[in-house]
């Protein structure tokens, strides 16, 4: 089963992919993690991924295309968990087209809602957090970024709720609740 975590950044995509990992044997494909690994890799590409990145902008669509199609051509058993791809709707037609070329399917679009300030108060607080117990603060997590970072959101990814509408795969859970909640509400989506 292949399956997208859909929302806006401080969401709760990466906990809740994690959590599909160990519990499902699922293989999450994070284009954020692979962005950052690219970042410290000292080419080029990586210093321009760098710039944009920490900015809070999206970074081209031909780059997280590409990152997406290395990865699915390795294959998973348990299937893939999209999170934090696509974020453009031309992302999307790729995605989709790339999974077709594999005979694969797209199961279920999972769209966590959770409001502005929560989530700018999410993320300021994982870099409080971050920079009291000495560990790396993400360049992208301050106000300024993740202002612009919510801006992209509404702007370049929002419309794919509307687009997985219209295919008859959208599902909602409320990304406000425990953690534990919203693990049960993707799971009785999965399993229904
Ligand atoms: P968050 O969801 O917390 O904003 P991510 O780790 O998913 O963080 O992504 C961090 C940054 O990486 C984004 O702000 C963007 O610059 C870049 N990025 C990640 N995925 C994509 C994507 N699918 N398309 C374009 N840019 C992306």
Do not use: C, W
Request: net charge negative; charged share 30%; aromatic share 4%.
């Amino acid at each position: 089963m292949n399956i997208i975590l859909l929302g806006p950044p401080g969401a709760g995509k990466g906990t809740q992919a994690s959590h599909l990992v160990s519990s499902r044997g699922m293989v999450q494909l994070s284009t954020g993690d692979m962005l950052r690994e690219a970042k410290t890799s000292g080419t080029e590409m990586g210093r321009r991924v760098a710039e944009v990145m920490d900015r809070g902008e999206l970074v081209t669509d031909e780059i997280v295309i590409g990152l997406i199609r290395e990865k699915l051509d390795q294959g998973s058993d348990g299937g893939f968990i999209f999170d934090g791809f696509p974020r453009t709707l031309a992302q999307a037609d790729a995605l989709g087209e790339l999974l077709a070329e594999k005979g694969e399917t797209l199961d279920a679009v999972i769209e966590m809602q959770v409001d502005d300030e929560t989530l700018v108060r999410r993320i300021v607080n994982r870099a409080e957090e971050a920079r009291a117990a000495g560990q790396p603060v993400r360049a992208d997590d301050n106000e300024e970024s993740m202002r612009i970072r919510l801006m992209e959101y509404y702007k370049k990814t929002a419309p794919l709720i509307g687009y997985y509408h219209a295919k008859g795969m959208l599902n909602r859970v409320d990304g406000l609740g425990s953690i534990e909640a919203v693990q049960a509400d993707i799971a009785a989506i999965l399993d229904n």
